[in-house]
């Protein structure tokens, strides 16, 4: 099996669901309010929301928006994307006050809450499965199945390659914060990127972790 790096702390008394969406608006959602929960996806994902929430334990409504076409170089044509909206704040409260999601920081300086960096492993694998849900992909190269997670914060990155060593998980974190890309008249830095390209990581990756199936 592979070598697994560190180990893992006592487990808590909090659902694995709020882990998991702890990791998903970590990947793609946000904080309003005194605690409203968002999460955002969009056409390459049409039933995620849904599925989000049909495992949320309180109720959450489910829209359909456009994205604004108002910003220079943004596409008129841009998909409509899918927004699960949780408007009970005791989630919102779980996911700051107990697990320590922030999202004020800057895209670039996020880093993982204390509490899965030192938490055990079920919540690792939870929160992981959350923002690989949100945030990663799985591309197929002849043979091989390459399992990737983007972020505009490399910290974040890194800290999620920790959490996958203790697991046993061998990856690699590409910092790519120096590239630039143009969009309209601005410019902005390219995500880096963590790939799974071993073989047995993939498979231990698959095992441990996963990605959240959509409802049909």
């Known amino acids: 099996g592979e070598e697994q790096c560190g180990g893992f702390a006592e487990d808590s008394n909090i659902e694995n669901f709020y882990f998991f969406l702890a990791g998903a ?13 968002r999460l955002f996806f969009d056409s390459r994902k049409p039933r995620f929301a849904e599925t989000v929430a049909s495992l949320s334990p309180v109720q959450t409504d489910i829209r359909k ?34 697990i320590g999601l922030n999202k004020k920081t800057k895209d670039a300086e996020r880093r993982l809450p204390e ?31 390459r399992v990737s997670l983007t972020s505009s914060s490399v910290h974040a990155l ?23 890309t143009k969009v309209g008249d601005k410019e902005y830095k390219r995500s ?16 441990l972790i996963g990605f959240l199936e959509e409802r049909a």
Not at 25 to 37: E, I, T
Not at 69 to 90: H, I, N
Not at 192 to 207: D, G, H, K, Y
């Open 65 to 98: 928006q456009i994205f604004s076409a108002k910003k220079p170089g943004f596409p008129r044509s841009a998909d409509a994307f899918m927004s699960y909206v949780c408007r009970e704040t005791s989630i919102g409260r779980i996911l700051q006050e107990k």
């Open 158 to 180: 890194r800290e999620a390659q920790i959490l996958l060593a203790k697991l046993g998980i061998r990856s690699c974190v590409y910092d790519l914060s120096h590239i630039k």
């Open 115 to 145: 509490k899965v960096l030192n938490g055990s492993r079920r919540e690792a694998c939870a929160f992981l499965r959350g923002w690989f849900s949100a945030d990663g992909s799985v591309d197929f190269h002849r043979t091989k199945t």
């Open 25 to 37: 608006v970590f990947g793609d959602g946000s904080l309003a309010g005194p605690g409203q929960v």
């Open 192 to 207: 880096s990127v963590l790939s799974i390209v071993q073989s047995s990581a993939v498979t231990r990756f698959e095992e």
